[in-house]
Nanobody, 126 residues
Framework: QVQLVESGGGLVQAGGSLRLSCEAS????????MGWFRQAPGKEHEFVAG????????YQIDSVKGRFTIFRDNAKNTVYLRMNSTKPEDTAVYYC???????????????????WGQGTQVTVSS
């Protein structure tokens, strides 16, 4: 099975930038559709962004479009989330996830991913 480990979270002032990383080990990385999710205090688990196996296709929810970018480096078995122009409402625990099937899951906010990391805390101060 694939194991996922997030890193890069921390405290950032509103308007600042942060880059989250998720390194995968085990499995065959190119076979996995990858996604980023977040859960803010008192809110439901939320799909943020997805990326296809090749990295040629990406999807971001409306609230982060133009601010967040998801990308992957298959040679490094790593998927990233670059967060620019951060807002206090971006504060959450961010999780990466992987799934072996359904090639178009990257564009499906409702798809339930199989493998999950433990999460990394992002706090945006105002």
């Amino acid at each position: 099975q694939v194991q996922l480990v997030e890193s890069g979270g921390g405290l950032v002032q509103a308007g600042g930038s942060l880059r989250l990383s998720c390194e995968a080990s085990g499995g065959t990385f190119i076979r996995y559709v990858m996604g980023w999710f977040r859960q803010a205090p008192g809110k439901e688990h939320e799909f943020v962004a997805g990326i296809s196996r090749s990295g040629d296709n990406t999807y971001q929810i409306d609230s982060v479009k133009g601010r967040f970018t998801i990308f992957r480096d298959n040679a490094k078995n790593t998927v990233y989330l670059r967060m620019n122009s951060t807002k206090p409402e971006d504060t959450a625990v961010y999780y990466c996830a992987a799934d072996e099937g359904y090639a178009n899951a990257w564009a499906d906010p409702k798809w339930e991913y199989t493998y999950w990391g433990q999460g990394t805390q992002v706090t945006v101060s105002s």
